[in-house]
């Protein structure tokens, strides 16, 4: 049709064209009821009237089609916002971000609550900024000791044979002798000490733990101003890993901080240091002697902290005993871990060497399998 019908008016000079045409608009379904009112009733199509050409149909009143035309149109807003989604979608076309308007009448785009690129919040308490919990992501991971580079080649693999081999033989002369003539063994070969304590190193990197962390960790809870004397020292780490004034002592001097001497006559004074630490150092025959000096340089109240290779032990309770022997009491042990066995004394008196008889004892050798 070449005319243009705007929406509830009819145009009065349209031809009859011989057909009953109706002109309205399509409606989308609802689901609601509509009541019929009497005046809608009145208002029915009149095709019978002789005096109206064919194809004219009465136009409802203005008032009560007006509301239901708002209600179209809304229908209809619905409907195109949804088609232009949808249209959007499958074009790919990205939709814009909401904005919110601020205060200033500025637009600021809203931020994705899963955005993992957007900042995390601090707040602020009397001026400071509070920390933020750690994530998983965050925490740092505790550092693992990296295992010892196995060797390739043939000279490889025999020089480390023969490594393990002078190392597991050092071992068990220091098991069976005296402090005295085990240093007597690294003052005639210096070489041999720096083999052992490699070999010594080979074996912490096997173990699941290496107990001296432990000492490391419950002396850190003590006192700065706690004097501590570290009996068998080997490198030296203790003394490296805590603030405290920290004596070391082995029969060989690995820097210049390690005070060369046997463990049984340390040049330390007499009740001066706070605690004793014997870390998988108990070694020799002569282990009375070692306790005694401990006892010696330790002031009354001071602590003697052990820790040994639980295969070491045939009798704990035993063990307990000789200790107790040399002027100490046994404050707690603990006997859960498979490989090592951790003991704290309390010195609760001064025992002078030769001052009581206490016969020789010794703890089992620790012998290492061939690698």
């Given amino acids: 049709m070449s005319k243009v019908f705007s929406e509830g008016d009819w145009e009065t000079d349209l031809p009859s064209i011989g057909t009953d045409f109706r002109f309205t608009k ?161 003052a005639e070969d210096p070489g041999s000490f720096a083999a052992y304590h490699e070999g010594y190193r080979h074996q912490i990197a096997q173990w699941s733990m290496n107990p001296l962390d432990r000492m490391i960790k419950s002396i850190r809870k003590l006192p700065k101003n706690t004097i501590v004397a570290d009996f068998g020292c080997g490198e030296a780490r203790l003394a490296e890993s805590l603030p405290n004034q920290v004596y070391s002592l082995d029969l060989v001097a690995h820097n210049s901080n390690v005070i060369a001497c046997d463990m049984a006559h340390t040049p330390l004074e007499s009740n001066f240091v706070n605690v004793v630490v014997f870390c998988l150092s108990l070694m020799g025959t002569n282990l009375a002697d070692f306790l005694l000096e401990a006892n010696r340089v330790l002031k009354v109240g001071g602590i003697l902290k052990i820790a040994e290779v639980s295969s070491r032990f045939d009798n704990v309770n035993e063990f307990v005993a000789k200790v107790r022997q040399c002027g100490f009491e046994l404050e707690n042990k603990d006997l859960k871990h498979k490989l090592f066995y951790f003991f704290n004394f309390k010195k609760d008196r001064t025992v002078l060497r030769g001052s009581t008889k206490i016969k020789p004892f010794s703890l089992k050798p620790c012998l290492y399998k061939k690698r």
């Fill in 26 to 186: 399509k409606r989308e379904k609802t689901n609601k009821v509509k009541k019929v009112t009497p005046a809608a009733e009145n208002c029915a199509t009149v095709t019978d009237d002789p005096s109206r050409p064919p194809g004219w149909s009465l136009r409802l009143p203005r008032s009560e089609s007006s509301t239901r035309e708002n209600g179209i149109k809304k229908d209809n807003t619905k409907r195109d916002n949804q088609n232009t989604i949808v249209n959007e979608k499958k074009e790919g076309k990205k939709r814009k971000a909401p904005t919110d308007v601020t205060d200033n009448g500025s637009k600021s785009k809203k931020k994705s609550k899963h955005n993992p690129e957007a900042p995390i919040p601090v707040t602020v308490t009397n001026g400071k900024k509070a920390e933020t919990k750690e994530t998983n992501d965050t925490k740092q991971k505790p550092r693992v000791r990296a295992a010892p580079k196995e060797p390739t080649s043939l000279r490889e693999k025999l020089v480390e044979r023969l490594k393990g081999s002078r190392f597991r033989f050092i071992n068990e002369q220091l098991y069976k002798s005296t402090g005295e003539q085990a240093q007597q063994l690294f």
